[in-house]
């Protein structure tokens, strides 16, 4: 099957060539000893034809052993039988090395052989055997030490080489217009104003090295430097702002984390502790809200909120919950797939299963959530503010509470004294009878439902039928809707996208299904088809005619009054509850409070309410110390295991918060006790990422720059370095780039005016067909990769070239769907972005699984994981959104308001606004015609959607 | 596409992303070298062609002969239950109000349960085969004949979000492309004048998880389900009415003289001309897409078929969804999910087939918007001709306890066995696949996963599902993840 891909990539074969010199007397002992053993019993797990290898290791080739398995070491060190592996687990010397597995121990016999054999030097004829690498191992590329040499070169040299390898060359350097808008792009996200490039095109003519060092300092000096690399950093951290899920809820105290990057990057904080906070920003920085809301990090991705009485069931949340942490982390620092390694060994690189349960570990005290972010001060200060007036709220509410008490208990000895005269009412059916009387319209008007009668607000319970009767013979429920009966009543909840969700009508619908959730005012008022005679009502909150069990959803109308009216004006109450006995001695007392309340002891509630509701407003006028989705940390709640099969119910082997093993042969390796507190796992796991010999952490870092300086990284999966990823085009220069950042002492900044300013990102992009031809995609940079426009750049573009833009940086972002929530969340897409969305993308409230016009269109990336490269589309969707969407419409109309004078500078203004260049007289005359037919409008509508607008060279 | 390969080695991302998963990146490169060096192609003719490839109509042949070559998915979130629609439990009846036996108070997602519960409703035989189904359904009864059910459904989680993501996706959580993307990716369009992949929501609103059903997760953006219903339109579709149909023809002329001049000063670029093409097709969809969802030109007595005037309005939508799906299946859209119902709201059950407390009363909303109308689609569908090319799917997230749930009339969530149904193109009618034990409370015959369904469906339109694949982040993903065994049992 060629047609889509090769599912696994080969390295090509290494025929093993090493010749041994001949040794009859050790060949003959291999083929009568050593080797019918090897296949009888190791060849199954461990050969070319086994059905699945074991441990990468191969025992079917000489290569094989010498080259060992998943180790890293040679399985056999010829004449140190004490020092081999493979003798070592066959003599079951090791408890967790016990070779044959699951089968007897060989006999003593078999393994004098071996050990004999290896002391002979192990002779092995079997050198025609070849070895395919299916996966990596401990000597994978990404996992060895930073390349010494090679860092005083330059970018440019590293290039030049492997070009000229290809025969092939740099092309000419871009011209001043070319450049200036490549990089302002590439540095800040936005056009070049027309005022920059003339600038920038004569300083340019003067002097172009001098030039260009000026533009790139410029451009690196900005703040929206930071927004542009901020969105780069997102997207590599699945920061989203829902929660995901069922329930998708909106995080609106997420956006602090978002500054807190834009803000890092703009100050060039240098990336091993920008890392570090990402991970511990809570430990390392304690009351600095600057560096303790980073930890955002662990908690801005998606999890479930959904309540799960199952048992399993919470435990499989809560190790997804945990593995989007670990995937995370491990993608966006180290560029490895932890991920995979949850169920089983890693298939493809050296992390064993233990790996992933270590960075559990380090996670294990972390959960989604909110608190308070604030300084020292801030906290001392908010104390000084509340703690008066708290004092005088505490002194009031015990005043009111102990007046409510008296009043309550003689409320209570009256109401002993009044037995009631009809039964409580019944959720199920509640009757109310009455004279006959004619009326038109019934109003049936709630005081109290069956929840605590303190604490109710107008409003509240639900409601499923409300029946009304005609008297005498052949009654019939004149109310109910196909009677023609109407009903009318406030909703105290509403879904947008189903109108008819929670309303009155369904206590007329006849069945006994939907309820009308009862709001404020809570009236029902029903209107008959005609006036009639009636003598009775009935309502009910609960199916409680055929099934059995049924029970009333909520709270119930137990306190209410039944009201008719001839004509709609003139209301008279038909029947009351005031009889019935109350629904609890609660319901009774509330129900007399009224009637035994002296007038005095009203006056001093009212006054008393009154002083308490003045506080309560001081105290609502203090600013509350700001609380941010940065994630709740509790000590571990119990030790971690590995899960077999990564089923959370299956935990077998324990382990440590530790380093972790697939780098354990460059980095320092440490191990907490299981008892560590969460901040020191998360600490420890920081300080092991960023320490100085972990080579993978730079070369992460250093080729996602590249990228997106190139569009394409040195390695072309920049969050997989691992053998299922891209190999480095430049190994070399990849490590050169990671040792500056290094040396720069991590900052960005001279990592990126190194690239700007080199022929490399300097040259033309025209295309060469015989350069093509042999670097089709131009890996080797022999011409500058062109580009389309990202989501975010092109909304801003647009908004920039039509002078819209706000270029007000941070805060809390804006939306371009309207958020609605009804148990879950639903977000839909705006059809009018107004001018409170004019401000960069960045600061769109990315929710997840919404779908927003213009950025979704042009591949923002639903953040359910990270997204380390964007797709690149064209589609149909994107053009109909351009043309016809009213932000287009609005921002032409915007444009065009913005040129003056006559029409031939009214297209040059405009071309200088949207593509930074002269239009040529053809291009002059033909707009000029669409202008005269259609007016400028028209014309700026055109340009929007142009590929000049949206292609960069 | 063997000689493709050789251009792909060592280099993957193009201006187009990731060539190795993207054959129109790879087709439009390696055309721009021989439109480059050969120059046999004009503007035009080469924009038609990038038009057949934007629309991914790139003539990627299947693995193997079709049986299938469109998808008609209907899906029921909220948990429908196979104890009150598909699965005939007679122990169940026997056994009502008698605790099920071993799980006594059995903790499920909401909490304990209560006794066993028979269906409030008998089953009766249908059909030539005799199959039992619930006389809830009277309508979809008739269709049994042609219905392959299977019965032996497991899901791996217990919540109807990631229920339906992974009813879609095959995971549990977002972020992976949906049955319809996969599809979209591997056989592209048989209509480049309409989207490939349609969802169709209910009325009622999006099912629980929302997009995220018909999302391309890390697939290309254009294999995602794009979203168009009878009471919904597709977004930005229709020229803005503050601009005249005049004005509109000459600003998009003006445009496209603007494109063309840019593209031929920047020769050898397919992706200029690529946008160029994305601009004609915008404006045949714009008069393809009104014309098909234009239901007004059905006769009376195919509407009065469907139910679209019912005084129900929720069934009358949903009839009118049904009418739709099936003239955007009869113009070739390749993939078109159908939902009937939505969401989890604040009260169990009102929205979808989520009845945890009054089973009876909610399945009796449910059932009639949802029991005539799809049979009356299955009937057009038959009648037509188009079950030859179409396969139908039934699907929900879950089933549902054969207890009830204590303390209520309801059911509460039960992973552990649902029914779904195949039927149309390739597949077996009158059938039935594995089964549950006697209350329905657990598959326990040829226990299926949701990975042997899609294996299925793959396989019905002629793919391999172990080799369709599409490198993500660190793996060779696959629709059916490393799972999935297909159902030959239900295969004509």
């Known amino acids: 099957m060629n047609r889509i891909r090769l599912p696994l990539r080969c390295l090509p074969l290494l025929a093993v060539t090493t010749a041994w010199a001949a040794d009859p007397a050790g060949i003959a002992f291999f083929e009568q000893k050593i080797r019918p053993v090897l296949a009888e019993q190791c060849y199954e797990c461990h050969s070319a034809s086994a059905k699945k290898l074991k441990a990468n290791l191969l025992l079917d080739s000489k290569a094989g052993w010498e080259k060992g398995g998943d180790s890293g070491e040679p399985a056999l060190v010829p004449g140190k039988p004490d020092l081999s592996l493979l003798i070592r687990s066959i003599q079951h010397l090791d408890d967790d090395l016990l070779m044959p597995p699951k089968k007897p121990k060989l006999p003593d016999a078999v393994i004098a052989d071996f050990v004999t054999w290896v002391k002979m030097g192990a002779p092995d004829p079997r050198e025609t055997g070849v070895v395919v690498a299916t996966r990596g191992d401990k000597t994978w590329w990404s996992l060895q030490p930073l390349a010494a040499g090679g860092i005083e070169r330059t970018v440019d040299e590293f290039i030049v080489e492997k070009?000229?390898?290809?025969g092939l060359t740099l092309s000419p350097p871009a011209d001043p217009r070319t450049l200036i808008r490549r990089m302002t792009y590439d540095v800040i996200g936005l056009p070049p104003s027309p005022e920059e490039v003339a600038a920038f095109t004569a300083a340019y003519s003067r002097d172009a090295d001098a030039a260009t060092r000026d533009l790139a300092d410029r451009l690196l000096a900005s703040p929206h430097y930071g927004e542009r690399w901020g969105r780069h950093w997102l997207d590599v951290t699945r920061f989203g702002e829902s929660v995901g899920f069922e329930r998708n809820v909106i995080i609106d105290d997420l956006w602090p984390f978002r500054d807190y990057v834009i803000k890092s990057i703009n100050d060039e904080k240098p990336f091993d502790q920008f890392i570090a906070e990402h991970l511990a920003g809570d430990v390392i920085g304690p009351g600095n809200p600057a560096v303790e809301v980073a930890s955002a990090f662990l908690v801005a991705g998606p999890y479930d909120d959904v309540k799960n009485q199952d048992v399993a069931a919470g435990a499989a949340i809560r190790a997804a919950t945990l593995d989007d942490m670990i995937t995370a982390t491990g993608g966006a620092f180290l560029g490895l797939t932890f991920n995979c390694a949850r169920c089983h060994h890693h298939k493809f690189d050296p992390i064993p299963t233990e790996d992933y349960y270590r960075l559990r570990a380090a996670f294990e005290g972390v959960t989604h959530g909110r608190r308070v972010i604030a300084s020292q001060e801030e906290r001392a200060a908010f104390k000084t503010a509340t703690e008066a007036p708290n004092r005088e709220r505490t002194r009031l509410v015990a005043e009111i509470d102990a007046l409510n008490r008296d009043i309550s208990l003689r409320a209570k000895t009256e109401l002993a004294k009044r037995p009631p005269q009809r039964p409580k009412i019944d959720p199920q059916a509640t009757e109310e009878r009455f004279a006959p009387v004619a009326a038109r319209f019934v109003k049936f008007v709630v005081h109290k439902h069956t929840g605590n009668p303190r604490a109710q607000r107008p409003g509240g319970g639900r409601l499923v039928e409300f029946e009304v009767w005609t008297a005498g013979e052949k009654s019939r429920n004149v109310a109910l809707s196909r009677n023609g009966g109407r009903a009318e009543g406030a909703r105290s909840a509403v879904a947008d996208d189903f109108l008819e969700a929670y309303g009155p009508q369904f206590?007329?619908?006849?069945?006994?299904?939907?309820?009308?959730?009862?709001?404020?005012?809570?009236?029902?008022?029903i209107t008959l088809a005609q006036t009639e005679t009636i003598d009775r009502i009935t309502f009910s909150n609960a199916k409680g005619r055929d099934i059995e069990e049924g029970t009333a959803r909520g709270e119930t109308p137990c306190d209410y009054e039944v009201r008719v009216s001839a004509d709609g004006a003139a209301w008279h109450t038909v029947a009351t509850s005031a009889d019935r006995e109350p629904w609890t001695p609660a319901h009774g007392i509330e129900r007399l409070r009224a009637e035994i309340i002296t007038p005095e002891e009203a006056a001093r509630l009212a006054a008393l309410e009154r002083e308490l509701a003045q506080v309560q407003r001081t105290l609502n006028a203090i600013p509350k110390l700001r609380q941010v989705w940065a994630g709740i940390y509790t000590p571990a709640p119990e030790p971690t295991f590995v899960h077999q099969g990564g089923d959370p119910m299956k935990p077998t082997n324990p382990v440590v918060p530790a380093s972790l093993n697939v780098l354990d042969r460059v980095t320092a390796p440490y191990a907490l006790s299981a008892d560590a507190t969460d901040g020191e796992r998360r600490l420890a796991l920081a300080r092991w990422i960023t320490a100085a010999a972990n080579p993978l952490t730079p070369r992460v870092l250093a080729n996602r720059v590249w990228q997106y300086h190139f569009g394409t990284g040195i390695v072309d999966t920049p969050s997989?370095?691992?053998?299922?990823?891209g190999r480095p085009t430049h190994p070399e220069l990849l490590d050169h780039l990671a040792a500056r950042l290094v040396r720069h002492g991590w900052r960005l900044k001279p990592l990126h005016r190194e690239i700007l300013l080199s022929r490399t990102?300097?040259?033309?992009?025209?295309?060469?067909?015989?350069?093509?031809?042999?670097?089709?995609?131009?890996?080797?940079?022999?011409?500058?990769?062109?580009?389309?426009?990202?989501?975010?750049?092109?909304r801003d573009t647009m908004l920039e070239v039509a002078g819209k833009l706000d270029r007000r940086m941070g805060g809390p972002g804006f939306r371009l769907y309207k958020f609605t929530q009804n148990n879950v969340s639903t977000y839909f897409p705006l059809d009018r972005h107004g001018p409170e969305t004019?401000?960069?993308?960045?600061?769109?409230q990315n929710a997840r699984a919404s779908i927003v016009d213009v950025l979704t269109d042009f591949d923002l990336p639903d953040i359910a994981f990270a997204a380390p490269r964007r797709a690149n589309t064209t589609t149909p969707l994107q053009a109909l959104t351009l043309l016809n969407h009213s932000f287009t419409l609005d921002l032409a109309e915007a444009l065009a308001a913005r040129l003056d004078g006559d029409v031939n500078r009214q297209i040059a203004r405009a071309y200088a606004l949207a593509f930074q260049r002269e239009p040529s007289a053809a291009e002059q005359a033909a707009a000029a015609a669409l202008i005269a037919s259609h007016g400028v409008k028209a014309f700026c509508r055109a340009l929007l959607n142009a590929n000049e607008l949206i292609y960069l060279e | 596409m063997t000689s493709a390969a050789g251009l792909i080695s060592g280099s993957r991302p193009g201006l187009l992303g990731d060539v190795r998963n993207n054959p129109l990146a790879l087709s439009l490169t390696r055309r721009g070298f021989l439109g480059q060096m050969t120059s046999g192609l004009t503007g035009v003719a080469l924009s038609r062609l990038l038009v057949r490839e934007l629309t991914a109509a790139t003539a990627r042949p299947p693995h193997f002969a079709p049986k299938a070559k469109q998808v008609l998915q209907i899906f029921c979130p909220g948990a429908a239950s196979h104890l009150d629609l598909w699965d005939h439990k007679p122990m169940?009846?026997?056994?009502?109000?008698?605790?099920?036996?071993?799980?006594?108070?059995?903790?499920?997602?909401?909490g304990k349960n209560g006794n066993l519960m028979k269906s409030p409703w008998p089953f009766a035989p249908a059909g030539r085969s005799g199959k039992m189904i619930s006389t809830l359904l009277p309508h979809i009864a008739g269709h049994v004949d042609d219905m392959a059910f299977i019965h032996s459904m497991t899901s791996r989680t217990n919540t109807h979000g990631p229920g339906c993501i992974a009813m879609n996706t095959c995971f549990p959580r977002e972020g992976f492309p949906s049955a319809g993307a996969w599809l979209s990716y591997a056989l592209g369009s048989q209509n480049e004048n309409l989207p490939t992949y349609i969802a169709i929501q209910d009325l009622r609103g999006e099912p629980p998880n929302g997009k995220a059903n018909w999302a391309n997760g890390f697939l290309p953006a254009q294999h995602q389900g794009v979203s168009l219903a009878a009471q919904q339109p597709l977004r930005n579709l229709a020229r803005p009415a503050s601009i005249g149909a005049e004005e509109d023809r000459a600003t998009r002329d003006y445009l496209e003289r603007l494109n063309a001049e840019h593209a031929a000063a920047h020769p050898g670029s397919d992706e200029l001309r690529a946008r160029m093409a994305s601009y004609e097709l915008a404006a045949r969809m714009q008069l393809a897409a009104p014309e098909v969802c234009d239901l007004g030109r059905e006769p009376a007595h195919v509407h009065a078929l469907y139910g679209t005037g019912d005084r129900n309005g929720l069934k009358a939508a949903y009839a009118r969804n049904c009418l739709l799906a099936r003239r955007l299946l009869e113009k070739g859209v390749r993939y078109v999910s159908l939902y009937c119902a939505s969401r989890a709201s604040s009260v169990d059950g009102l929205l979808?087939?989520?009845?945890?407390?009054?089973?009876?009363a909610d399945y009796e909303r449910h059932a009639p918007i949802f029991d005539q109308p799809t049979a009356a689609l299955l009937a057009d569908l038959k009648q037509r001709g188009l079950l030859q090319d179409t396969l139908v799917l039934w699907c929900t997230e879950f089933g549902r306890m054969p207890t009830h749930q204590d303390g209520t009339a309801g059911r509460d969530h039960n992973p552990d066995a649902f029914t779904t149904w195949m039927m149309g193109a390739g597949v077996r009618g009158g059938?039935?696949?594995g089964a549950t034990d006697d209350f329905g409370r657990r598959s326990v015959q040829d226990v299926t996963t949701v990975y042997d369904f899609y294996a299925t469906v793959l396989h019905l339109l002629g793919l391999d599902h172990e080799k369709l694949t599409y490198y993500h982040n660190g793996a060779d993903r696959r629709l059916t993840d490393v799972h999935g065994h297909v159902l030959r049992s239900i295969l004509t």
């Open chain 1, 838 to 844: 004019y401000r960069r993308a960045i600061y769109h």
């Open chain 2, 92 to 110: 169940l009846e026997k056994f009502d109000g008698t605790p099920l036996p071993g799980a006594e108070a059995e903790v499920t997602f909401q």
């Open chain 2, 431 to 433: 059938v039935s696949h």
């Open chain 1, 163 to 166: 070009l000229v390898e290809k």
């Open chain 1, 761 to 794: 990102y300097r040259q033309g992009t025209a295309l060469r067909a015989d350069a093509a031809l042999v670097d089709r995609d131009a890996r080797l940079l022999w011409r500058f990769p062109p580009r389309r426009l990202g989501a975010e750049e092109l």
């Open chain 1, 507 to 525: 206590t007329i619908d006849g069945k006994f299904g939907e309820q009308w959730f009862i709001g404020s005012p809570a009236e029902l008022t």
């Open chain 1, 720 to 725: 997989d370095f691992g053998f299922l990823g």
């Open chain 2, 352 to 360: 979808n087939w989520d009845a945890h407390k009054t089973l009876k």
